[in-house]
């Protein structure tokens, strides 16, 4: 036998195919949407309001998963805002998030708001 074919013979085979991404789409663990207080969005729009590109924050947001509506995964980025619009949301770094999506923020830019009375 040639070389060439000797060798496709110990080619990777997956006989499912798409079967490792599956289960692994199944090891995420999702979680339902948080309903946010009145409280709690009277004060994310009071942060949105000072927020200003170049400001460094914290954020959590919600990303929703498509094949099961109103669960999804929370997740948390930092860094310098990229770019801000209340209209359609923000970028830090590489990750956009839409306003609808964000659960908290916070940083040193808060720390008016934070402050016990």
């Known amino acids: 036998m040639a070389v060439e ?10 006989a499912l195919k798409g079967f490792e991404d599956a ?3 199944k090891e ?4 339902p949407r948080r309903i946010l207080s009145e409280e709690k969005k009277n004060e994310l729009d009071m942060k949105l309001r000072m927020l ?19 669960f999804g995964r929370y997740h948390t ?11 359609v949301g ?4 590489d990750t956009e998030i839409e306003i609808r999506d964000i659960c908290e923020m916070s940083g040193d830019v808060f720390e ?3 402050m016990p009375c």
Do not use: C, H, W
């Open 23 to 25: 289960v692994r789409e």
């Open 112 to 114: 008016i708001l934070e």
């Open 28 to 31: 995420i663990i999702y979680e």
């Open 90 to 93: 923000l970028r830090i770094g």
């Open 77 to 87: 980025v930092k860094g310098d805002v990229a770019f801000f619009d209340p209209s």
């Open 5 to 14: 074919r000797r060798a496709k013979q110990f080619a990777p085979f997956a």
């Open 52 to 70: 200003k590109p170049g400001m460094e924050i914290l954020v959590e947001f919600f990303t929703g998963n498509p094949s099961l509506p109103g």
